[in-house]
């Protein structure tokens, strides 16, 4: 290790330990300023935080403005308190995030707010805090979306999927939906099938009538665990659906998507998978893929994570994004970024330069709000992770460190002013 981050390191101890002398912080400071050193504050910061977790306490959020002023504050105390400890259960949101203008403070400021538990997004535009206002009157707190869905049956009975227990939901034909562990299986009970062959024991038979369902998940909600009857699990982001036979027949498994849909496919290559969304067909060649079909995007992309799927005479390899325009012209990106494709799944929002109708576009959604825009000049791009599980009120302060300027209205109505 350098001398530089050996001595690093002890600065940094000590100001944990509430040792450091004010000319150990401008000098810890100063280290930290240096990009050679930008590996290993993020290192120390990550410990540091372990350390505190397995005591079961976390930074507050004056604590971790008081952690970052002392320590960056280019070695001049902004406050005269140390960082506050709190014996709580779940980190908690800073309520105030200042506008980083250099990199050690936003590499730092990134990582302590992660830490908290809260947020990491920022803009490729430089902004002097006069420029800042945030504009919100009454704000209501509105809760982040969550699990559910409605299963429409074959005779058009609707049933909602939030709060059912385990057990049997539906019998269709020959097919058992069961709540299982938190997930929707289907099954089929025909005595004319053997337990041995999962394919024909999922596969209606010669004659039988295909019955359809659908799942569709409202803006606000999310479906994690659905299991068709060969074994494919789905996972449905919000504002989504899927149209599926109870039990597959032929000499294809087909099913129709709108929205955000995630695959794992169960592979049979005598009975081929397919997906239509929006009109473009996807053959699965067994394989994990994300499918983000919405109407209100401008194309329809198909990301493979895993195995190979072919659209359009087009085959492609783990990491490639297909992105089929409405005219049907494909082009396929290599080398995806599947960690930001799969950021819903995960929990959590994922932008890279993405302007701000983009992001709205996903907020909407997931909080099932409406937002309308009262100014046409929208320059900004955003990039960083939100987590989805952050309330509305939390989300919205985290844009308040850009020019995002908003107020929230009733009926779930956010207003972007510019």
């Known amino acids: ?4 981050q050996s001595r690093l390191g002890y600065l940094f101890q000590k100001y944990f330990e509430k040792t450091a002398s004010p000319d150990e912080r401008a000098e810890l400071a100063l280290l930290m300023e240096d990009p050679v050193n930008k590996e290993k504050v993020l290192e120390l910061f990550a410990r540091s935080w372990e350390d505190y977790t397995g005591d079961g306490e976390i930074i507050s959020s004056a604590g971790t403005e ?61 902004h002097t805090p006069e420029q800042v206002r945030l504009v919100v009157h009454h704000t ?10 409605v299963l429409t049956l074959d005779n058009g009975q609707q049933v909602v999927l939030d709060s059912l227990h385990n057990g049997l939901v539906a019998q269709q034909g020959n097919t058992s939906v069961t709540k299982r562990n938190g997930a929707l299986v289907y099954n089929r009970t025909a005595s004319n099938t053997t337990t041995g062959n999962a394919v024909a024991a999922n596969t209606a038979a010669a004659g039988e009538p295909i019955t359809y369902n659908t799942i569709t998940t409202p803006r606000g909600r999310q479906y994690p665990n659905l299991v068709l009857s060969d074994g494919t699990r789905v996972w449905l982001d919000a504002g989504s ?21 995630w695959f794992d496919v169960v592979h049979n290559p005598r ?4 997906v239509i969304a929006r009109g473009v067909e996807i053959n699965d060649v067994g394989t994990q893929f994300n499918v ?58 994922s932008f890279r330069d993405a302007d ?63």
Request: glycine content about 8%; hydrophobic content about 45%.
């Open 1 to 4: 290790m350098a001398p530089e």
């Open 66 to 126: 008081a952690m970052l002023m002392h320590i960056l504050g280019n070695g001049v105390e902004a406050q005269q308190s140390q960082p506050q400890m709190l014996p709580e259960a779940q980190p908690q949101l800073p309520s105030v995030f200042r506008i980083m203008r250099n990199w050690r403070v936003s590499v730092a400021a990134a990582v302590l707010l992660i830490i908290a538990g809260s947020i990491w997004l920022w803009t490729r535009m430089d």
């Open 140 to 149: 209501p707190d509105i809760q982040p979306g969550r699990n559910g869905a």
């Open 241 to 261: 659906s899927i149209r599926f036979p109870v039990a597959f027949k032929g000499d294809e498994r087909k099913v129709e998507v709108t929205g955000q849909v």
């Open 271 to 274: 009975q081929p998978f397919k």
């Open 292 to 349: 983000n079909a919405y109407e209100d995007e401008e194309k329809t992309r198909v990301t493979l994570v895993q195995g190979a799927v072919r659209i359009r005479g087009v085959l492609l390899k783990p990491g490639e994004q297909a992105e089929v325009a409405a005219a049907g012209k494909i082009r396929v990106a290599e080398h995806t970024d599947l960690e930001q494709v799969m950021a819903w799944k995960n929990g959590y929002f």
């Open 356 to 418: 701000i109708k983009t992001v709205m576009r996903q907020v909407a959604r997931w909080y099932d709000i409406d937002v309308v825009y009262e100014g046409t000049h929208y320059t900004e791009t955003f990039s960083g992770k939100i987590g989805r599980a952050l309330t509305l009120k939390d989300l919205l302060e985290g844009l308040a460190q850009t020019r995002v300027r908003y107020r929230i209205e009733e009926g779930r109505r956010l207003v972007i002013l510019q």
